[in-house]
């Protein structure tokens, strides 16, 4: 099975594996991580990335990584799950799958209100047949004691989560960000320093997520068809330049350079456009009423 990796980002990474052999069957939906990467002086980090919160307000002076906060951790993770950035929820691994706001609906008003003059009866003395409504069998009918007991694992209780997750969500970390040098994990903690650009970057981050992944499929598809595949072992890089205006529409997108295969090329190309237009660019990113970014999609077999 040929694997590849697509990366993107400002000169960076996106991730893509387990792509099927191009000779044998059409490629498979594949997995999708990213690396954004600034390439200028503003600061010492580089990696733009997305991070669980940490308590923990100090700044890491080894820090490589930029977001939306200062923050430091004991220990540095990234979910081992791909996909869209996800905080790990509180629970067990092999919890229920759903979300913790599906419980029972709690009783309406009027049944509250019915339970309660039941029970105050109860209080009084023993109900009286004669005193006895509908409603109040109802209530009686629905009451927990009266249901049929079953025993059920304490596992089968418990949403899907981890021990130290957060609590009102569920599930397990997923993230999307290509980091080196990290080990994989439960959730993910990274130390990072705030950025003052970093809301505009995850905001192009998400729009591409939507578009991206297709397009890179259906070329992938093409090159299939096509009896075609990539060499093992090289990487194919489209380094794109784009345009913005004031209002973040896309006045234009220059390939620096190309990764060799003109269907990656068109690829990105395609994200781009699909993505845009990107609104509310910062003011410090524009000159002349024009803001540039770069953006490096790689493909490693």
């Given at each position: 099975?040929?694997?590849?990796?697509?990366?993107?980002?400002?000169?960076?990474?996106?991730?893509?594996?387990?792509?099927?052999?191009?000779?044998?069957?059409?490629p498979?939906?594949?997995?999708?991580r990213?690396?954004?990467v600034?390439?200028?002086?503003?600061?010492?980090?580089?990696?733009?990335?997305?991070?669980?919160?940490?308590?923990?307000?100090?700044?890491?002076?080894?820090?490589?990584?930029?977001?939306?906060?200062?923050?430091?951790?004991?220990?540095?993770?990234?979910?081992?799950?791909?996909?869209?950035?996800?905080?790990?929820?509180?629970?067990?691994?092999?919890?229920?799958?759903?979300?913790?706001q599906?419980?029972?609906?709690?009783?309406?008003?009027?049944?509250?209100?019915?339970?309660?003059?039941?029970?105050?009866?109860?209080?009084?003395?023993?109900?009286?047949?004669?005193?006895?409504?509908?409603?109040?069998?109802?209530?009686?009918?629905t009451?927990?004691?009266?249901?049929?007991?079953?025993?059920?694992?304490?596992?089968?209780?418990?949403?899907?989560?981890?021990?130290?997750?957060?609590?009102?969500?569920s599930?397990?970390?997923?993230?999307?960000?290509?980091?080196?040098?990290?080990?994989?994990?439960?959730?993910?903690?990274?130390?990072t320093?705030?950025?003052?650009?970093?809301?505009?970057?995850?905001?192009?981050?998400?729009?591409?997520?939507?578009?991206?992944?297709?397009?890179?499929?259906?070329?992938?598809?093409?090159?299939?068809?096509?009896?075609?595949?990539?060499?093992?072992?090289?990487?194919?890089?489209?380094?794109?330049?784009?345009?913005?205006?004031?209002?973040?529409?896309?006045?234009?997108?220059?390939?620096?350079?190309?990764?060799?295969?003109?269907?990656?090329?068109?690829?990105?190309?395609?994200?781009?456009?699909?993505?845009?237009?990107?609104?509310?660019?910062?003011?410090?990113?524009?000159?002349?009423?024009?803001?540039k970014?770069?953006?490096?999609?790689?493909?490693?077999?």
């Open positions: 099975m040929l694997s590849l990796f697509i990366h993107i980002g400002v000169l960076g990474v996106i991730e893509f594996k387990r792509f099927a052999d191009f000779t044998n069957s059409p498979k939906a594949p997995e999708k990213i690396r954004i600034l390439q200028n002086n503003e600061s010492k980090p580089k990696q733009i990335v997305t991070s669980e919160k940490s308590k923990d307000k100090t700044r890491d002076e080894k820090a490589k990584y930029l977001s939306e906060n200062t923050q430091k951790f004991q220990k540095q993770m990234t979910a081992k799950t791909t996909g869209s950035f996800k905080a790990a929820g509180k629970g067990r691994k092999n919890g229920r799958k759903v979300q913790p599906n419980r029972p609906t709690p009783p309406t008003p009027l049944v509250q209100k019915v339970a309660k003059s039941v029970k105050n009866q109860k209080k009084r003395g023993k109900v009286s047949k004669k005193n006895l409504k509908f409603a109040d069998l109802a209530v009686g009918m009451s927990p004691k009266n249901q049929p007991k079953k025993k059920i694992a304490a596992t089968s209780l418990a949403a899907l989560g981890i021990k130290n997750g957060l609590k009102g969500k599930g397990l970390s997923a993230n999307n960000d290509f980091v080196e040098d990290v080990p994989l994990g439960d959730m993910t903690r990274l130390n320093v705030e950025y003052k650009y970093y809301g505009f970057y995850h905001r192009i981050k998400q729009k591409l997520e939507q578009y991206w992944g297709n397009s890179i499929q259906r070329k992938a598809e093409a090159l299939w068809k096509s009896g075609r595949r990539l060499p093992a072992s090289k990487n194919r890089i489209t380094s794109l330049e784009i345009i913005l205006d004031t209002k973040g529409n896309i006045v234009r997108i220059n390939v620096k350079g190309s990764s060799g295969v003109r269907e990656l090329d068109d690829a990105a190309i395609e994200s781009f456009n699909r993505a845009g237009p990107f609104p509310n660019p910062p003011s410090g990113m524009m000159k002349n009423g024009l803001a970014i770069e953006w490096g999609f790689v493909v490693k077999s």
